[in-house]
């Protein structure tokens, strides 16, 4: 977090988040979305489908939108990386059979032909290379929900340009996450409180920025 | 009177034509053993042992549709005391707050501005409700629109809905509340998602009994004789299925302002009140509105259980949900058979074709003196007919086994005792044949056992004493001498040995030959000497022995 790399995130995060230009917001972009409050978010191509085709404004109004969907954005010069994550699928403890039941479903879901026919149909990224391969063959025209087509197009794009990313394993990623998400919201929230409240300098802002960043690895350092 | 008819001269001829005693018997022994086994079957029917299947399926379809049904009754009625006590402090709570502001419930249409605020107030009210309740969704609807000028103002409610995602017990510490209706502002203050499906405002078109509940809130009757249960209809924007408990909204005045209640989805009817499918896999329960004389809507019910044996049939035939319904047939013992039917008589002969077993009772859902006490609603328990019946199968799998081992044993029994019987008889038979080779009794080496055969063979001497077969005319050894000249060498040389009571084993070894060459040899010698076998061949040379002239047979065998 003391990293070069970390404080230009830092630098270019935290003084936009303070000043409005990121939604500090525990929950799904798509949320922010159907209000209008939001114009773009960078998520998981699950979500997709979650996304408006119509914002309400507070007066009950609604106006149709139309999506962009573009690969990740990068720093000027910076390498193409792309984090990949996937959802996990359990068997709990059950009988026999229900655990032979549930193999034998993931087995048949993460087949190639079954996988890209949920990722056709979802936006959910195929689990298989061989799956995934078989997108380039695929006519993605012919995919009934327009934003799953589009984003897949995408997807091939960001395939052929970006390195994918996955986190490294560790027992407590998700405390770790959830850990600094938290730490984060609520510094930006809390900087937000001080700025509107006593200053609207830019000079202000950046020491701000700079304290909070020493405080903020200083924590959780 | 005599007997007549297609049948019974197809009988007379069958019994005139010629069948050995053997078969007649064996006809008679698997006769009587068909008719016992028939007596047998008939039994078991009348005392009810080979109903047992379907006595059972009855039993576990009445007890389970007993106990489902006290589910459901007590569970919505609570849940319908929770409505009614919800909204008797939600209207009061937001009459004092109206009340605050100068306004009264009645005029909330004309005051859009306060809409917000005032539902806000009443958000923790809600989630408390919906978590005592333990319902899939609660709501406040407001007979008012943030916007009157918008095109659906007429339709569109400003609301409070918030729906409980996992409504089971097991996520019940950390229930995932979304909002599907109400002010956004409200939902995010409280940390809440907006529903997948979210609108600001609740559509008329998901309650058509909104106006029948503002009608009947205009007269005197009090909130429990006010409230109803809509039928099942998908959500806007989903498929997923939902029932309401509806109860108005009313100021101290007894002015209509708005309703509120629960919803129960369809996964939670699921959840709840699925059957035991231990014995019967694809076995559903249904709760649906009934029209009319048990015409049981299908379409607008909650399934728990395999809801897909139906869902799957409406969808694949593409039916109308909203227009099909169920029938009751004629009893299958204790339960009914269910045919589709549509209120436009336009099933179609696919659907006309699937049917269900099962029991339908009525749940009484509103108290007597309902103003709405003419819905009715009815829980049924389907089961495919197709498994029913492949379930009943399997039960009478023992018996049709059993039914087959008891054909077999008869069979046997028939060959057994026909062989038992016919043996002697037949033996006796042949010795009449021959004639003075029978000892009719006494101490003779084999004497015959068939007394009816003795007397006959005892009449026969009586009345031909010449006719012995030790008189037997020379023509039979002439004729037979006449075909043994037919023979080539080697077929002579046979029937020498077979003469001679040589074994097949001896004519083989002595005659170097092999046994398919002896079996061409012996087809040559039988059809030349106009013999069947070998043992009629040996009849003959008996009865040529009986006239002394075997020898003259040797002879002219041994003659190349």
């Given at each position: ?221 | ?142 007979d ?60 008329l078109?998901?309650m058509p009994e909104y106006e029948e509940i503002r009608a009947a809130s205009q007269g005197e009757s009090?909130?429990?004789q006010l409230y109803l ?17 509806i109860?108005p909204l009313l100021?101290?005045?007894g002015q209509f302002f708005g309703v ?110 309902s103003v709405f006490?003419d819905q ?185």
């Amino acid at each position: 977090m003391t990293s070069d790399a970390y404080v230009k995130i830092w630098d270019s995060y935290f003084e936009t988040a303070v000043s409005g230009g990121f939604a500090v917001f525990d929950g799904y972009s798509s949320d922010l979305f159907k209000t209008g409050d939001l114009v773009c978010a960078v998520g998981s191509t699950a979500g997709v489908l979650y996304y408006p085709t119509e914002i309400t404004y507070a007066d009950n109004t609604q106006e149709t939108v139309d999506y962009a969907y573009l690969p990740y954005p990068t720093y000027e010069g910076g390498e193409k990386i792309a984090l990949q994550r996937g959802g996990g699928m359990c068997i709990t403890s059950q009988s026999d059979v229900n655990k032979l039941a549930a193999a034998i479903f993931i087995k048949w879901f993460t087949s190639p032909e079954q996988n890209l026919r949920f990722t056709l149909s979802s936006g959910y990224l195929p689990v298989t290379m061989e799956a995934f391969s078989q997108l380039f063959e695929s006519d993605l025209s012919k995919i009934a929900e327009a934003p799953v087509s589009e984003q897949l197009q995408t997807i091939l794009q960001m395939y052929e340009e970006y390195e994918f990313f996955f986190a490294p394993y560790s027992e407590n990623y998700d405390a770790l996450q959830k850990d600094y998400e938290s730490s984060l919201r609520k510094e930006v929230e809390d900087a937000r409180v001080l700025i509107t409240s006593f200053t609207d300098s830019e000079e202000d802002l950046a020491l701000l920025s700079a304290e909070v960043l020493k405080r903020f690895q200083e924590g959780l350092g | 009177m005599h007997p007549s008819g297609k049948g019974f001269r197809i009988f007379s001829r069958i019994a005139a034509t010629p069948v050995s005693i053997r078969i007649r018997f064996m006809g008679f022994v698997f006769l009587l053993v068909s008719i016992l086994f028939l007596l047998v079957i008939m039994m078991l029917y009348l005392t009810g042992t080979l109903t047992v299947g379907q006595k059972e399926s009855g039993e576990y379809f009445a007890q389970s549709l007993r106990h489902t049904k006290a589910d459901i009754e007590l569970d919505f009625g609570r849940t319908s005391m929770q409505a009614i006590d919800m909204s008797e402090t939600v209207s009061s709570s937001m009459e004092d707050f109206l009340s605050d502001h100068g306004i009264q419930p009645s005029d909330l249409e004309a005051h859009p501005e306060i809409l917000e605020e005032l539902l806000d107030d009443q958000f923790d009210r809600l989630l408390f409700s919906l978590e005592k309740s333990g319902t899939s969704g609660a709501f406040i609807i407001l007979d008012a629109t943030v916007n009157p000028s918008l095109e659906n103002a007429s339709t569109s409610r400003s609301a409070l809905y918030v729906r409980n995602m996992e409504p089971n017990a097991v996520s019940a510490g950390t229930p995932n509340m979304t909002m599907l209706h109400g002010f956004p502002d409200i939902s995010r203050q409280q940390g809440y998602s907006l529903n997948s499906i979210w609108s600001m405002e609740f559509d008329l078109s998901m309650m058509p009994e909104y106006e029948e509940i503002r009608a009947a809130s205009q007269g005197e009757s009090t909130l429990s004789q006010l409230y109803l249960w809509s039928e099942a209809r998908p959500l806007l924007g989903s498929n997923e299925d939902i029932m309401m408990c509806i109860v108005p909204l009313l100021d101290e005045n007894g002015q209509f302002f708005g309703v509120c209640g629960f919803e129960v989805s369809g996964m939670l009817f699921k959840l709840r009140y699925s059957p035991d499918t231990t014995a019967y896999k694809r076995v559903t329960s249904l709760i649906c509105p009934v029209q009319g004389d048990n015409f049981l809507m299908v379409g607008k019910s909650l399934c728990g259980g395999d809801d897909n044996s139906i869902r799957t049939i409406l969808s694949d035939t593409q039916s109308d949900p909203d227009r099909t319904a169920m029938k009751a047939g004629k009893d299958a013992l204790s339960i009914h058979i269910y045919r589709f039917a549509s209120s436009d008589q336009t099933v179609t002969d696919a659907l006309r074709n699937r049917y269900f077993v099962g029991l339908h009772e009525t749940v009484t859902l509103l108290p007597s003196d309902s103003v709405f006490k003419d819905q009715v609603f009815s829980l049924m328990l389907l089961m495919p007919e197709s498994e029913y019946s492949t379930m009943l199968g399997k039960n009478n799998i023992k018996i049709v086994f059993l039914c087959a081992l008891f054909i077999l044993v008869g069979v046997l029994l028939a060959v057994l005792m026909s062989r038992k019987f016919a043996a002697p008889i037949l033996k006796d038979l042949s010795k009449l044949a021959i004639e003075g080779d029978a000892e009719i009794e006494g101490d003779g080496e084999d004497p015959m056992k068939t007394p009816e055969i003795m007397a006959i063979l005892a009449q026969i001497r009586s009345r031909h004493p010449r006719t012995l077969v030790s008189d037997a005319p020379d023509e039979l050894f002439d004729d037979f001498l006449a075909k043994i000249r037919r023979l080539t060498p080697t077929e002579k040389q046979i029937v020498l040995r077979f003469l001679e009571d040589k074994s097949t084993q001896d004519v083989l070894n002595e005659m170097f030959i092999s046994a398919s060459t002896l079996k061409t040899h012996n087809s040559h010698i039988y059809a030349k000497l106009d013999a069947v076998s070998r043992d009629e061949l040996q009849l003959y040379f008996r009865l040529i022995e009986k006239t002394g002239r075997l020898e003259d047979l040797r002879k002219a065998l041994s003659q190349s």
